[in-house]
């Protein structure tokens, strides 16, 4: 009879038993003490970055959704368009000129304007000035009358070499005319004896023209000046009337945009010192 697998099988069932039993033991978590504080539940920790990780950047808002305008109803009328502002005003200016004339009194420069006060009246204002030592400001009042402009001026004339006043000069100027027909008048008194008690001049000058215009560019007609003396130091000899040219003008109107020029000839009627008689001048004039 075999006594080993007798023997051996009730031990190994115990020993089976009592090892089950210990393990059991380890597996169950004995229930907390009454009263005892159960310990915080440990956080998770994130895995930290790499070193140099640059952050996250942020998130980009989204893109505003376009609404579509409701189309308008059938038979509306749509807004009115928005006026343009409207445009600066153009600035302006008085209206000026500026002459050159060549004749007996050498070279001459002449520039004025005209600010205008209301549609009929304005302030006139001009400098002359000769290719020798003469300086001249006029100032007056300037009236248009239909298609004539009359303007009176009041004149100081500087002698700059002999570092003085010259003359005191009270003037007059009828210009226009109604078409075809275009005048001038010219009154020049010059009181030099005012600034000079011993040898001043004093003497009156008058210039008168009338042309006809014959198209757009050419006009032409008779021209007087006439120089009086009106005292004794401007008399020639015992004469008063100085000088008396008599003659005719051409006007070339239209010379260029804004442009007149002027040519005057003609016959001196009283004696001179050499008894050659010619008399003349020639303008150019631009309006601006």
């Not at 697998?5 to 169950?28: H, K």
């Not at 400098?127 to 020798?132: A, E, L, Q």
């Not at 078409?179 to 008690?197: A, G, L, S, T």
């Not at 007149?260 to 001179?272: A, K, R, S």
Request: proline share 13%.
């Amino acid at each position: 009879m075999r006594l080993t697998p007798s023997l051996c099988t009730p031990a190994l069932l115990l020993a089976s038993a009592i090892i089950l039993c210990a393990s059991g033991a380890q597996a169950e978590e004995p229930p907390p003490a009454p009263g005892a504080t159960p310990g915080p539940a440990a956080a998770a920790i994130p895995n930290p970055a790499p070193e140099g990780t640059p952050p996250p950047a942020p998130a980009s808002p989204a893109a505003p959704v376009p609404v579509a305008e409701p189309a308008p109803a059938p038979g509306a009328v749509p807004p009115p368009a928005p006026e343009p502002a409207p445009a600066p005003a153009e600035e302006t200016f008085p209206a000026a000129w500026f002459r050159i004339d060549s004749d007996g009194g050498a070279l001459q420069l002449w520039a004025g304007a005209t600010h205008m006060l209301t549609d009929t009246v304005g302030i006139a204002s001009d400098i002359y000035v000769n290719s020798g030592f003469l300086g001249e400001f006029d100032l007056g009042p300037s009236f248009i009358a239909g298609p004539m402009v009359i303007t009176p001026m009041l004149g100081l004339q500087a002698d700059w070499a002999n570092r003085r006043m010259n003359s005191f000069v009270p003037q007059l100027y009828i210009t226009g005319g109604p078409d075809p027909i275009y005048m001038e008048f010219w009154f020049q008194n010059y009181e030099n004896q005012i600034f000079d008690k011993t040898y001043g001049t004093n003497t009156a000058y008058f210039r008168f023209f009338i042309d006809m215009k014959l198209g757009k560019y050419f006009g032409v007609g008779p021209e007087i000046e006439p120089l009086v003396a009106l005292n004794d130091n401007a008399k020639a000899g015992s004469k008063s009337l100085i000088s008396f040219p008599v003659g005719a003008n051409i006007m070339l109107s239209s010379y260029g945009r804004n442009n007149v020029l002027y040519i005057f000839g003609g016959y001196e009627t009283q004696d001179t010192s050499n008894d050659s008689h010619l008399a003349g001048r020639l303008t150019f004039v631009h309006n601006f």
